[in-house]
């Protein structure tokens, strides 16, 4: 994160701990930071510089950037960053970016997605392949306040998954019946 805001190249805090920012519960996994799709290469160039190690996995909305130096040696494994650039397959926009707020999250103020698009790119991630709501529910019903949910259930037409866990949303209570 402060390799990228030294070098001035535009991103935001998204995933996990984005939504914990807005009041959500605390992830236990990686951190996700999100950047344009034009700006993918200066964005892992400057965190190799950092220097952090880049890898680029088969997926290709996203690289990973470990910290593997004497400070992550407590760790069990290297602290990761992952790098998106696609959200739900949608490429990440500096208009997306523009509609962060900066927050001071563990001592540096940086930007931070706001939750309505992190939701609906989760939601849009459900398949029959992967399709847990346990966190999706408890980062709901801890944020849903401060949800769109116009924008979410419009975003959600057409994914049977995504619309299954609105309906299950409903018949809980969480949210009202559209």
């Not at 605390?26 to 952090?52: G, K, Q, Y």
Request: aromatic share 8%; proline share 8%; net charge negative.
């Amino acid at each position: 994160m402060s390799a990228l805001k030294a070098d001035g190249i535009p991103f935001a805090l998204g995933g996990g701990y984005a939504l914990w920012v807005h009041g959500g519960p605390e992830p236990s996994h990686d951190v996700d930071l999100v950047v344009a799709e034009t700006d993918v290469e200066m964005a892992a160039n400057s965190m190799a510089a950092a220097p952090l190690r880049i890898e680029r996995p088969p997926e290709d909305w996203l690289f990973k950037a470990y910290l593997d130096d004497d400070s992550a040696e407590a760790m069990e494994e290297p602290a990761l960053v992952d790098v998106l650039h696609r959200l739900a397959g949608i490429p990440v926009t500096k208009e997306l970016l523009d509609t962060s707020s900066e927050y001071e999250v563990l001592g540096i103020r940086i930007p931070v997605l706001p939750p309505t698009p992190i939701m609906i790119a989760k939601l849009q991630s459900f398949s029959e392949h992967y399709c847990d709501f346990e966190q999706p529910l408890l980062v709901v019903r801890a944020i849903r306040e401060q949800l769109d949910w116009a924008e979410i259930r419009k975003a959600s037409q057409d994914h049977p998954f995504a619309e299954a866990f609105l309906f299950l949303l409903e018949r809980l209570g969480v949210i009202a019946p559209f």
